[in-house]
């Protein structure tokens, strides 16, 4: 843990004991050994967390009811423990659970004072001093001397923020606070916060308010079935979560606007042995799974906050989707298609790649300069490649054990020695590439440039762009049919796809596709292409031999089981 | 356990707080107040008085003090171990809500009663005036035997308090097996009394040496037997050694439980 991380949370589960029937006496428990029916079974409550606060954040957590939010900020302040994973806290921790229930209502504020600031780990004497000082800042000078059964709810939750405030501890954990006590005290609670926050101190904020958390935090995160949803900047976590929840979106002015439900899908995979097709739905926190044979919708796999692209281990029949805003990757079982693990990467993942040879997963990111690899045997990030800018689209060439990575920004495709995890290469291209692939057979690297409406070709010995190939509109995605070595590529601008020859990197031709297609890929086994389109949640099918569209998969379409 | 003894000690004067808070608490709306804790002993001792003087004849020398003597370290281990019991329970708000180490509780919840029977002591030594008694020079063995009875009161609130998480008819259980104790016990007849084959079984009890050695030192000038020290001093600490373990256990997940 370095030393400007305050809270650092790994891997950590939850789960509590559920009682059918709960047996709380001794004859119950006893009847119960002879009748062998399991009497209980553990609830998950949060599963695989892993975050990180540093020292002088405010961090929020929001989420539903029972959403986990509680029991993670217990488990914060020490007050249970996890199953499992590991979580350090640096400096004085004190929580702000549920205001004032460790009083006594029949002991005067005064007994009180003195007791709950024990607890909070005064000296007698210390808190003897303060209790002018959180009396006045409570606003309850006058009743220093009453009984606290006499005062109101409000007044409980002001004596009791007042005596944390005056702790000074070094990571405060709030439940819920804010939302106690009339306006000017709020406003008051917000003041000491924001004095907290200067002064270097940790808070770590629970709230069903959304604008606290936009308001004051820094970063936060969506808790959603005891998952990191997502995370990331508080504003953005905010609106991941109205877009869940109540199809809802925070414009940037802080408006509340009603957005109609949308999957909005941005990557897609076909998995040639079982001829399923997956789609990472952005918008929709979601995979829809798709049957190659039928073109029907199987299932639709709700995943993390904004699932940007995704790849599958044809070998292990393992489906990774990199979750852009949940700074995490998915594992989907491509069997059972259910979720069956998650992995924690760097900030912002959005694009992915895989060296079957090596089990070896490439992430890389918008937020962070990193290539993350990530072991596909133990799912464990293994290194971190550093890189001049963020990465976007990245391609693998397992000859050589090279990958190929764009960096829009700078305009040039990175090579990276995959034995060294180091960049030995870089190469200028046009404006603003995104998606790469690689033609084996004549050892060509082709690059979709977006703002400059061009493929360039890169001859992968040379390291040297040799072609400059112009096509349609802002092309986005990139894909190859390593058979026919056709290459085939999204122009977003203008809905259609333009189609390469491999062999003389001449334009043959181009189709028209639905609204705004950003992903592509090709199942070389029975030469389809199938290309997603964002604006219409659909995928249009092009028939690779006659360069024709087939058909059009509806993503909202009746899930078909079979 | 030296983490937690050290975590006790650092937190010694909360331990006192929460147990003089929790005296005013059982106080509280009552006329008399802390002379309760004079008058309860006393009411007791005149029912007792009554009942084995005038009917059963008891020949006991000093019979009032005895009988005194017993039911203020009874009292101790009876209230001890049911406020101790519910400790945890009682303070439940607070357990959940802050990090506070559970065995802070129960030891304030013992130190209580601790107090109560410390206020009873007066009362002995009033009565011990009253009848034209003065202290033999035994008497310094005393504080040992009230140390002991704190510890061994603590190692049973130990199991108590965090098996009552669990099982909550652990409540009256326990209130039978003190109503039986109290009578299977030394507290108001000597061990005389039990036909001689079970006389061994009944000094196996704790209390029963506990009572014999406090007797003796406070008012008849007798030094204690040192096999009988041996054996309570051992099987107090064993008491509290086997308590806290599986306090240790059953704490991992009381706080889920509450």
Known sequence: ?562 | MNKTVTEIWNRRSLILTLAISDLKLRYRNSIFGFFWSFLEPLLMLTVLYLVFTEIFHSTIQYYPLYLLMGLIMWNMFARGTSIGMESILNKSGLITQTYLPREVVVFSGVLTSFFMMLFELIVFFIFMGVFGLMPPVTIIMLPLMVVILFVLTLGFSFVLSSLLVYYRDLRSIWNVILQAAFFAATIIYQITIFPEKIRHIISLNPIVPLLDISRNVTIYNKWPDGSDLAYLISVTFIMLCVGYVIFKILDRRIVEEL
């Open chain 1, 1 to 562: 843990m370095t030393n400007d991380i305050s809270i650092d949370v790994q891997n950590v589960y939850k789960t509590f004991r559920i009682y059918h029937e709960k047996r709380n006496s001794v004859y119950e428990q006893i009847s119960s050994t002879f009748n062998r029916k399991k009497y209980f079974e553990d609830f998950p409550v949060l599963q695989d967390i892993s975050f990180q606060i540093k020292k002088g954040e405010m961090f929020g957590i929001i989420g539903l009811n029972g959403s986990g939010k509680t029991t993670l900020l217990r488990l914060l302040a020490g007050i249970m423990r996890p199953n499992s994973g590991k979580i350090e806290t640096r400096g004085k921790v004190v929580p702000i659970i549920a205001l004032g229930t460790g009083f006594s209502p029949d002991l005067t504020a005064r007994d009180n004072v003195i007791l709950n600031g024990m607890i909070l780990g005064f000296t007698k004497k210390d808190i003897i001093k303060k209790i002018d000082v959180i009396m006045e800042f409570a606003e309850l000078e006058k009743f220093v001397d009453t009984k606290l059964k006499n005062f109101s709810t409000g007044m409980y939750a002001r004596l009791a923020f007042s005596i944390a405030m005056q702790v000074d501890p070094d990571i405060l954990i709030v439940d819920e606070v804010l939302s106690v006590g009339d306006v000017p005290f709020q406003e008051k609670s917000f003041n000491a916060f924001m004095s907290f926050k200067k002064r270097g101190k940790t808070i770590v904020f629970v709230t069903h308010g959304l604008s606290q958390i936009t308001r004051l935090c820094d970063r936060a995160i969506f808790l959603h079935h005891g998952r990191i949803h997502s995370a990331g900047k508080s504003n953005e976590v905010v609106n991941s979560f109205y877009r869940l929840l109540e199809n809802k979106t925070q414009t940037d002015t802080g408006e509340i606007i009603s957005i109609s439900r949308r999957y909005g899908p941005q990557g897609i995979i076909v998995n040639s042995f079982d001829n399923m097709i997956y789609t990472a739905n952005l918008s929709g926190d979601s995979i829809s799974v798709v049957n190659g044979e039928t073109n029907s919708v199987i299932k639709n796999i709700q995943v993390s906050a904004s699932p940007r692209d995704l790849i599958v281990n044809e070998k292990t029949n393992q489906i990774y989707v990199a979750n852009r805003d949940a700074n995490s990757i998915s594992i989907i079982d491509g069997k059972s298609h259910e979720l069956s693990s998650t992995i924690t990467v760097g900030e912002k993942p959005r694009g992915i790649a895989i060296n079957e040879n090596l089990n070896l997963l490439y992430v890389s990111h918008r937020d962070s300069n990193h290539i993350f690899v990530i072991d596909g045997n133990k799912n464990k990030v293994v290194n971190t490649i550093p890189l001049p800018g963020s990465a976007l689209g990245l391609v693998i060439d397992d000859r050589t054990n090279q990958i190929f990575t764009t960096i829009p920004n700078l305009n040039s495709v990175a090579v990276i020695d995959g034995n060294h995890n180091n960049v030995i290469g870089r190469i200028i291209v046009s404006e603003f590439p995104i998606g790469i692939v690689m033609d084996k057979i004549n050892n060509l690297l082709y690059v979709a440039n977006r703002d400059s409406d061009s493929v360039d070709v890169i001859d992968i010995k040379t390291i040297k762009v040799i072609k400059h190939i112009q096509v349609q509109n802002n092309p986005f995605g990139i894909t190859i049919n390593p058979k026919t070595q056709t290459i085939y590529v999204n122009n977003s601008g203008s809905n259609s796809v333009s189609i390469i020859d491999g062999s003389t990197q001449k334009l043959l031709s181009s189709v028209h596709v639905g609204n705004l297609p950003l992903g592509i890929f090709c199942n070389p086994l029975t030469n389809m292409i199938y290309t997603v389109n964002e604006s219409d949640d659909s995928i249009t099918v092009i028939d690779g031999k006659h360069h024709k569209v087939i058909s059009t998969i509806n993503l909202h379409s009746d899930i078909v089981t079979n």
